[in-house]
Nanobody, 129 residues
Framework: QVQLVESGGGLVQAGGSLTLSCTASENIFRFNTMGWFRQAPGKQRELVARMTFGSGTNYADSYADSVKGRFTMSEDNAKNTVYLQMNNLKPEDTAVYYC???????????????????WGQGTQVTVSS
């Protein structure tokens, strides 16, 4: 049973920084992708940042337009951990942040799909104005 454990959330003033951590119970390179999603009250869960793994390395990063230039996702394979460094935080970044991992990639109608999805329990990030 794969487990993802997040930490690092909290309360910060606008313009401040936080770093979220997500530690997996297995080697992160066994996943095809890991990412961070967030969900604000009354809104749908949205993708914030994603890493794509292959051949034992991270070979692609992507970010939501709303966080580009402010958030950076990184990984430490030796610690089975991915991070989300969040700088210049804004009140609209307030949300519960979830770590996600997916494995067993396949294609359906030319769309990338994954057989298995794993989620962390979520960590609250609150940005005050």
């Amino acid at each position: 049973q794969v487990q993802l454990v997040e930490s690092g959330g909290g309360l910060v003033q606008a313009g401040g920084s936080l770093t979220l951590s997500c530690t997996a119970s297995e080697n992160i390179f066994r996943f095809n992708t890991m990412g961070w999603f967030r969900q604000a009250p009354g809104k749908q869960r949205e993708l914030v940042a994603r890493m794509t793994f292959g051949s034992g390395t991270n070979y692609a990063d992507s970010y939501a337009d709303s966080v580009k230039g402010r958030f950076t996702m990184s990984e430490d394979n030796a610690k089975n951990t991915v991070y989300l460094q969040m700088n210049n935080l804004k009140p609209e970044d307030t949300a519960v942040y979830y770590c996600h991992a997916a494995s067993d990639l396949y294609y359906s109608n030319y769309v990338t799909q994954y057989e298995y999805h794993y989620w962390g329990q979520g960590t609250q990030v609150t940005v005050s104005s």
